[in-house]
């Protein structure tokens, strides 16, 4: 099984400001992913992010405001930008080689003043 | 559309009871069928899944769900629940849209479960 790591686990931030969120796996991986969970809700597909391509966004979510590096095989950020209270969220990386072995990393608790 | 629906906001349970968490699915062809448990403050973990084979699947904690195809259903159960088995859990099917052996999963609301001593 994949072990993910997130830094930071949570981060309070002011309007306006940026937060860059790492995600760390402990083996090589094609395909990572981007959640955002708030408050209360489900998981939102943010983007899939690809080594060697750029993320793939899903409706609602833009580059400009989540942008997403994927350098390596082990290794993914996103970055909420310009943020606002509407941001707070918990945001999580999920990574796995196939449907048999899907994991999570344990969240980033993001609170926007 | 696809789509995962996870009837019931809270489920409440006394210790040594079992419990049933519903969840039903909407997709075309096979699904693909998850459950993750979210303790508070904490990332979602893998419970159980889908995939073909029995209908019956076993998983973590003691976990159990069954697959029902003609009542599009994937209802997670546990003949005695625990305390500790308190927390939000997560039913998932895999995105039909996602082509070949990895992708998105779409996910249910949740559920609470309560679990009282």
């Known amino acids: 099984s994949a072990v993910i790591s997130q830094k930071p686990s949570r981060d309070i931030c002011q309007r306006g400001t940026s937060l860059t969120i790492q995600c760390q796996v402990d083996s090589q991986v094609t395909m990572m992913f981007w959640y955002r969970q708030q408050p209360g809700q489900s998981l939102t597909l943010i983007a899939t992010?690809?080594?060697?391509?750029?993320?793939?966004?899903e409706s609602g979510f833009v580059i400009d405001k989540f942008p997403i590096s994927r350098p390596n095989l082990t290794f993914s950020t996103l970055t909420v930008s310009n943020m606002s209270p509407e941001d707070s969220s918990i945001y999580l990386c999920?990574?796995?080689?196939?449907?048999?072995?899907?994991?999570f990393g344990p969240g980033t608790r993001l609170t926007v003043l | 559309a696809q789509s995962v629906a996870q009837p019931e906001d809270q489920v409440n349970v006394a210790e040594g009871n079992p419990l049933t968490v519903k969840c039903t699915y909407s997709v075309s062809g096979n699904p693909y069928l998850f459950w993750y448990v979210q303790y508070p403050n904490r990332g979602l973990q893998f419970l159980l899944k889908y995939i073909t084979g029995d209908n019956l699947v076993k998983g973590s904690y003691g976990f159990e769900a069954e697959f029902n195809k003609s009542q599009t259903s994937f209802h997670l159960k546990k003949p005695s629940a625990l305390v500790s088995d308190s927390a939000l859990y997560f039913c998932?099917?895999?995105?039909?849209?996602?082509?070949?052996?990895?992708?998105?999963?779409?996910f249910g609301k949740g559920t609470k479960l309560s679990v009282k001593p």
């Open positions: 999920r990574a796995g080689g196939s449907y048999n072995e899907q994991f």
């Open positions: 992010a690809n080594q060697g391509s750029e993320a793939t966004y």
């Open positions: 998932a099917v895999r995105d039909m849209n996602y082509g070949g052996s990895q992708g998105n999963l779409i």
